[in-house]
């Protein structure tokens, strides 16, 4: 896939595109500050079709605006470590006054959810695949290393995806 375009969005969060051939669907890659250094190379590694967006978010409303504007087929969260599934999640509820002086609330009650690859592995909590799961967006949970390999595979298990 290649890079098109940078931007940030109004919560301070920076957004990249990634666009391979023509069709195919729309992914979310979804990654913290922590963990997205070498993401951009792993994307663009990927051969597909369709776009890929990369938000580095810190914290749930970027990234809940970030799926409502993407509406992808499905959302990689990036982790520590990759994750079958996960509890519900509650994130205390908090003001968030951000560098652009936007002021917003975060927090809130999240569903429990479990991995659309079918992987097994540990079960573990992840506030992103929650808040992405209450959106209705179906999740895979992978460290920073194998998110390639995760959007390939997916897209490869996905009608029209590759």
């Known amino acids: 896939m290649q890079h ?28 913290p500050p922590s963990l ?12 597909g079709k369709g776009r890929v967006t990369l938000v580095v978010h810190d914290g749930l409303t970027p990234l809940l605006a970030a799926l409502r504007e993407a509406d992808p087929r499905g959302v990689i969260v990036v982790a520590p470590s990759a994750l079958s599934g996960g509890p519900n999640v509650s994130v205390p509820e908090r003001m968030v006054n951000d560098a652009g002086g936007v002021e917003y609330h975060e927090g809130g009650e999240f569903p429990a ?20 799961a209450q959106s209705g967006a179906a999740v895979v949970v992978v460290g920073p290393e194998n998110v390639g390999g995760a959007l390939s595979a997916w897209m490869d298990r996905t009608p029209h995806g590759r």
Do not use: I, K, N
């Open 4 to 31: 098109t375009r940078t931007w940030s969005d109004v919560y301070g969060s920076a957004l990249a595109l990634f666009e391979g051939r023509a069709g195919g669907h729309a992914w979310l890659v979804a990654a």
């Open 36 to 47: 997205a250094g070498g993401l951009a190379e792993g994307l663009s590694g990927v051969d």
């Open 113 to 132: 959810w479990m991995g659309a690859d079918g992987a097994g592995g540990p079960a573990g909590e992840c506030a992103a695949a929650s808040a992405a």
